[in-house]
């Protein structure tokens, strides 16, 4: 089992900044892929970056490229995503989640962090 547990989130103006973090515990040795997914209120839950494990190779939504910024620290097999430039449709519960090698789908989910950005 895979523990996941997200914090940085809050209110913040457009045009501001946060950084959120995700800390995994647990079965973590084999993770091949950290994420970061969002839902707004009234919509489905929409993938918002990603980063690869063993090579630090990243992707992104086209809604968030430019501003978002998905890192890890192996040693602490933590998850950052620095959003900058926040937009009032960024407001949303931010997970993170992983996925294991041979997993097509990610495995395990954090409770999310609110993010809510003022106009």
């Known amino acids: 089992q895979v523990q996941l547990v997200e914090s940085g989130g809050g209110l913040v103006q457009a045009g501001g900044s946060l950084r959120l973090s995700c800390a995994a515990s647990?079965?973590?040795?084999?993770?091949?892929?950290m994420g970061w997914f969002r839902q707004a209120p009234g919509k489905e839950r929409e993938f918002v970056a990603a980063i690869r494990w063993s090579d630090g190779t990243t992707s992104y939504a086209d809604s968030v490229k430019g501003r978002f910024t998905v890192s890890r620290d192996n040693a602490k097999t933590t998850v950052y995503l620095q959003m900058s430039s926040l937009k009032p449709e960024d407001t949303a519960l931010y997970y993170c989640?992983?996925?294991?090698?041979?997993?097509?789908?990610?495995?395990?989910w954090g409770q999310g962090t609110q993010v809510t950005v003022s106009s």
């Open positions: 989640a992983l996925r294991h090698y041979g997993s097509s789908e990610y495995n395990y």
């Open positions: 647990g079965r973590t040795f084999s993770t091949a892929r």
